[in-house]
């Protein structure tokens, strides 16, 4: 694809080079700095000085004056010219001669004593560009002889040349081009690479020179530009490789030039340039008569048979703008990245990052966004550039400024999308995924603010499920703009967490609680009344849990009261005093209820005041059922049995007080009957229990609880009291078949619980008239009881005397010393000598008599008594 890269500016015009005379062609040309020299084909060289001249408009031209003409003398066309300044010659061939002349008046330089200044049979020369010797004021020139299969290798100097390499070839050579002791060759069937200072060659590719005119061009350090077959540019280093690939240009091409990162060719009728980096023709200018092309320090000239021109590089910026205004992206980058090594880097960084964010926005623009955002990120996009895209996207209160030039030709997204919703919908979602990739980084530090409340507005309006994430987490949203943004859309929850993040929780609330009274539309949570309990819940603040916990606990006292009791304890939130909340909850008496149950049965508060108000608090939720009609007997039998199991499991709460409520109450029995448990007033629990309520089981339960944590004697001392209640008969007035339901619970009683009871006494007790049939669980069971008990002592004391044996087996084990008993050892006790083996120990090993331990036993009657053993000498 076509790009302009060069402008052809005339340099020397026909006039001014040879006047009226028709018959004069240029055959080469020199440039050195401001200084330039043509050689014609008449045995001239003339010599101009040009002068670069910008216009207002910044178009280049040349101002050209000609110095001076001169002639040479040989009839024969000037060949070829290379200026050596630093001697203040030129080295010219002609008529198969070099020899030098100066620079200044173009006088022939004489020979020097004892030294040469003309060379003969040359067919052509070259000039070492990366000489090997380091005299600043000798040149190192390559000849081509016509006569020999040889390169020669010259020093010139002011005055003199002199011959100090000569190296043989396999064939004539007729082209050539040398870079330090690298000679790059066209022979007459090939092109070869030699290095003329150790002898070795590498043969690159074959090249017939009779059908075209090979071309053999060093274009940087130990690199070489040659014509190959097929119309083929090639590049070849000095070990003989290609590190790029070759250029296609015609197959008639007469000389080639390198100006990076252009190939420039002549041929006839054309000058093609062509990139290095990309080898695409990139531009093609008509040129007819076309003799010479070359480059000088950077500044490549052409020569047709009567004039000179300039072929001007066009500014690299403007080529690559001119290939972003054609939307070629990828040729622009490579452009860039191409002329990375003529920039200086601070320059080519500021260069490369503004070329990555126009190919963005150009991708964008196509839709291209996974391009785009890459482009965007190499080119360390600000990414409010891309937000100033979409209106009213960046807050009022952002001070950013569009880049200028500006990076795009976009005025905003409805310019790029032209009305195109579905275009615009594509741009916004970018937008959101591009955002939530580099929030986090280092690209937007600076327009954090920005960037935030961008990525909100689209959030809301895109109903984003991101907008919650964001929110709860640390963010830079703009209050003032965010808030209306957020109405718009009716994202009243969000709206609030907004709040919440910068210290507003007050409003927050307001606002969420609107939404739960219904005069706010917004479905973001079904839980939001959940929410907000959650939310006072783990407030720190306890001025706003006063002021809102009042609607919560309203709204539902089961779920507002987690505000006080499910609250966590932190660095930031202090313990709210019990007493307290006790206080605030006494217009809600069911939460109150809860709170209390809370601090009573979950943390378990050992206080007194706490125990006796829940019980109080069950009190009188029972009483108030009570007093209802009709009754709800569900709802009674579950409070009841909250209270009956308070006034069972607490041992803290004042009994005599909640007895005293109770008085009045005469359907409460059972929980006065608890009450007098715990007073040790079990004759009056029994006696309620038995003869108020005839509730048997009741009354046997009652024992069992009344009993537990006791020994088994206060045990069976409830049990025995029972028992008497029911024997005791009926109360008066109470007739003949209570008294026989009192006999059946007294059986029943034993014959359940006959292990509890003192069967003796318990035969004293019963009536005579009753049946040993009638009693005979009760009896099977107090035998089996009193067998199973004697049978466990005899147990117990079998194990006590085994143990004691045990433990006198060991302790003789312990001693493990020998009594030695002989005729010469006397008793301990009477002093005489034993005349016999049987004897007894005392303790400390001492033997003795058996008849004086007797004596002695007799003597003290309370001593330990001695231990037998028989020991043998």
Known sequence: MSVKAFELVPAVERDLLMGDKARINIECIECCGKHLYVGTNDCFIHHFLLDEVTSSKGKLSYSTQK?????????KPVAELRAASALERLIVLCDGIVFLVDMVTLESVPSAAGGGVKIRGVTTFCVNENPVNGDPFCVEMGVLSSKRRTVQVYMVYEDRVQLVKEVNTPEQPCAVSIDGYFLCLALTTQYMILNYNTGASQDLFPYNSEERRPIVKRISREEF?????GGLGMFANSEGASQR??????ESVIAAAVCFPYVVALDENFVTIHSMLDQQLKQTLSFRDGRVLQDFEGKVMLASTKSVYVLVPLPLERQIQDLLASHRVEEALVLTEGAQRNIPKDKFQVLYRRILQQAGFIKFGQLQFLEAKEHFRKGELDVRELISLYPLLLPASSSFMRCHPPLHEFADLNHLAQGDQEKVLRCKKFLISYLGEVRSTDVVNGCRDDVDTALLKLYAEQDHDSLLDLLASDNSCVLTDSVPWLEKYHKYFALGLLYH???????ALKLWIRVVDGELQDSTRSD???????????????????????????????????IFTKRPVGKDRSEVNPDEVITYLGKHSQALLLYMEHLVLERKIQKEKFHTHLVVLYLDRV???????????GQLTRAREKLQAMLRESDLYRVQFVLGKMESCDKLLLERATLHGKLEEHDKALHILVHKLRDFPSAEAFCIWASSNRDPAYRQQLFHLLLGVYLDGTPPGKGQAAGGKMEMAAVDLLNRHGEVFDAVRVLRMLPESWSLQLLRPFLNRAVRASMHAGRTSQIALGLARSENVQLLHDRLKERRKPIIVSEKKGCHLCHNTFSEPSVVCLPGGVPVHGHCAAQRVRDSPTKRQLANSSNHT
């Open 245 to 250: 690939a070759p250029v296609n240009w015609s």
């Open 528 to 562: 939001l009344y959940e929410y907000i309990v959650d939310f006072l819940c783990c407030s720190s603040s306890m001025e706003i849990v006063w002021k809102y916990a009042d609607w919560a606990l309203r709204k539902d006292p089961t779920t507002g009261i987690r």
């Open 67 to 75: 110095l001076l003409h001169k002639y040479l003398g040989l009839k």
């Open 501 to 507: 993040f910068n210290g507003q929780d007050a409003a």
């Open 225 to 229: 530009l040659l014509a190959a077959p």
């Open 623 to 633: 009483m108030l059922l009570l007093s209802e009609s009709p009754t709800d007997e």
